[in-house]
């Protein structure tokens, strides 16, 4: 056998295991690029958090409005928020909030996507289950803010990297999305 026959032979041996082993590990990189093709992270309807600059501007601008809540008691939360005919276009559900960290949290009315900015860690992971190998991917995102209604940008700021995490279960073809947790 010639040199350049057994150097072939090698060639395809390296490049058979090569693609062998990519199927079995899970890297930062092939992590990110399959929770960012994952249609159960993107896209998706987002309900963001409002400051109280946020809601006063957005009241100033006409999209939501305060009505009185028809209580017999004296309720320090006697008024109901409610989206109006201007707000709909960007807006779909609007409720005030009993928390101390934000006043309010709006949903808009259609998906829009989000972007993995970084895989921040991946470890084994032990599902409760039997006979699956699975990994745990904790990684930041961000919404794509420039696909935000301009209306809506008008008032409210980008929101900050959110942090999440999503177990991977290996298959015979490679690694799928199980489940996702996002903060």
């Known amino acids: 056998m ?3 026959c057994r150097f072939r032979i090698v060639a395809a041996c390296a490049l058979l295991l090569l693609v062998g082993c990519s199927k079995s590990e899970l890297t930062r990189s092939s992590a990110k690029d399959l929770i960012s093709r994952s249609a159960k992270f993107s896209p998706t309807i987002p309900t963001l958090k409002l400051s109280s600059a946020e809601l006063q501007c957005g009241l100033k601008e006409g999209w939501w409005a305060e009505t009185p809540r028809h209580t017999r008691n004296l309720d320090p939360f006697a008024f109901h928020l409610q989206v109006t005919p201007k707000g709909k276009s960007a807006f779909g559900k609007l409720s005030s909030s009993h928390s101390s960290d934000y006043a309010a949290q709006v949903t808009l009315n259609k998906g829009y996507s989000r972007k993995v900015t970084e895989v921040t860690g991946i470890a084994d992971f032990t599902p409760p289950l039997e ?3 699975g990994k745990e991917v904790r990684f930041n995102w961000q919404w794509n803010w420039d696909q935000v209604p301009e209306m ?6 980008p929101r900050p990297q959110q942090a999440g995490t999503v177990v991977f279960r290996r298959y015979d073809d490679g690694w799928r999305v199980e489940t996702f947790y996002l903060d």
């Open 2 to 4: 010639s040199a350049y």
């Open 152 to 157: 809506a940008r008008r008032c409210l700021a």
């Open 131 to 133: 006979g699956w190998t």
